[in-house]
């Protein structure tokens, strides 16, 4: 039987907006996911530490304050630094279309923008870092 | 024959009999978007328990139920207040100065996330947020720059910030003394609401009880020096964006204003002498009468808890007079000028429900943060309100519908309930610090985000009626990588090109105000800015006597 998935929910920065965080970390844990959330104010260096001392299969990071293409590309690299690069790395928030493209150009694995329905971001978290886990496992 | 219904049971019988529609949000036509029962109809006695002089009253009278002012409108409009700020204090004072020319009638001051938490531009925590969502604001040189050729003696700016609102005001204070204009003469307000920010919107600095000291101190200061200065402005439009229920928004609200009037009569302040003073900021939200059943609830509630358990006598302690924004969560990224309507109505409600001052959003605020078009946009929406629509010319136009005062009355039974379980814990910072408010919040965010997902509710373009390509080719605003080095370039040299042992000394002097409870911080801050400490450098100065607040999460 795979086991429970393990997802980090991270807020970076200094965006306090935490209600779509909050939302989406409930929903995880509703369809039977492990849930980790890291709280406020963390460092690209804290979340990725956080994901693997958790042993995360995923981290989904969540900014509203226009701060993505500065910390979107932090996390990537400390995946990266860490060697942690096999965590599904997602994220959501207040992100132009072009960005997003931009972002998942850079590796981030996929970008949910408002409106992006919870059902859609369960689908997709379960599928990729199900692939994980059942690799890890 | 032509029939009349002979009563209400006659009615009920037929309106039972009659199909219910089916099709997009049938699923929730019995509730408002805070899950308030909804009969299909109201009537007479729904108001059978409705007294008209203890309830409602005339406008400009106690309760206040219909109103502050005994004209309305008539005698004057509402302030039309768009919140801007970006990148540096240039950028932004050009858009001020559009704005103003444009017929705006207030300012209100957007900072970035890096001035709210009390870094400065070049502090690794500011790194990709500096002038992003707001306006950098460093030290007193950024302030003069942000109000250069505006002239403070006539203008009323409204500053949102908490966390160092006081340092906000020191600089607001000397930029305007620079300018030649007396503190006396300032009109305005700070938001300084530090007590939603551990509820709901997480810009804090320090833990509960020192910033509720900087608060006292604060409201003192401006009450001796700054009588035209609203001292707070207790924000509910935080708590809703988290996701709270209209009836939450407004108890969690008037509760964190109660604390206030609490901690300052605690001190020894008189409350008519500080009261005055004390405004409000809600939010306007897309369920229309509900909100304006939300707006004349406030003012009753406020004016009778005003009166009857802090004892204030001067009437305008107990006019609770309030700012509204429409409401950001309510906007859309998919077809973005669909916003343009929702903000219309939600205006509409905050004009009914009797607001004093109206910020209303740009269309393209859930991407990025708005164009020039955009903004003007907003600000037209507005002015077609107050000059086209004529519903500004009669007071309180829905006073006495029978929906609207019984959803009043039923907005009240819901804040009293919220009051007693606060009380239960203590007060609200009690109750903060068992996450009693967060807690309510994400329950009430998720409900709500459920109910959409199953499609109960409807928002047009998101769960139903949506296009294939909806991101309409809009115009975004860009902020870039640049307005941070400028700003960090800008910030070294204020720390190069001042006196260093004379700031220095002011911020000894602040640390000996923190530590003494007797003393007031207000006029060593006010020393502090003048002497060119940067916010990063004062706060880091508080936080040595205060420490950082740290939030045990709930979700």
Redesign the interface.
Known sequence: MARRLRIVVAKA???????G???I???LRDAGME?I?T???QTPEQIVQTAIQEDADGIGLSIL???H???FP?VLEQLRAQGAEDVVFFGGG?I??DDAAALKKMGVQEVF???A???EIVDFVERECGKRALLSS | MIERAPNEEAWKQASRAGALRKGPGSGAVDRTISDVALEPLYSPKDLSGLDYDRDLGYPGFYPYTRGLHSNGYRGRLWTMRQFAGFGTARQTNERYKFLLAQGQTGLSVAFDMPTLMGYDSDAPQARGEVGRCGVAIDSLADMETLFEEIDLGTVTTSMTINGPAAIALAQYVAAAERQGVSRSVLGGTVQADILKEYIAQKEWIFPPRPHMRLIVDMIRFCTDEMPRWNTISVSGYHIREAGSTAAQELAFTLADGFAYVEACIAAGMDVDAFAPRLSFFFNSHIDFFEEIAKFRAARRIYARHMRDRYGAKDPRSLQLRFHTQTAGCSATAQQPENNIVRVAYEAMAAVLGGTQSLHTNSMDEVHALPTEKSAEIALRTQQVLAYETNVANVTDPLGGSYFVEALTDEMEREAESYFAQIAEYGGVVEAIEAGFFQKEIAEASYRYQRSIEKKERVIVGVNAFEKEEDHADIELLRITDETEREQAAAVRRVRESRDVNAARATLERLQRACRDPKDNVMPHLIACVNAYCTEGEIVDAMVEVYGRYVERSVF
């Open positions: 920065g200094l965006d306090g907006h935490d209600r965080a909050k939302v970390a409930r929903a849930v959330y709280g406020l104010f304050s226009g701060a293409m500065t910390l932090l207040t132009p279309p923008t408002p409106g329905p919870l059902q």
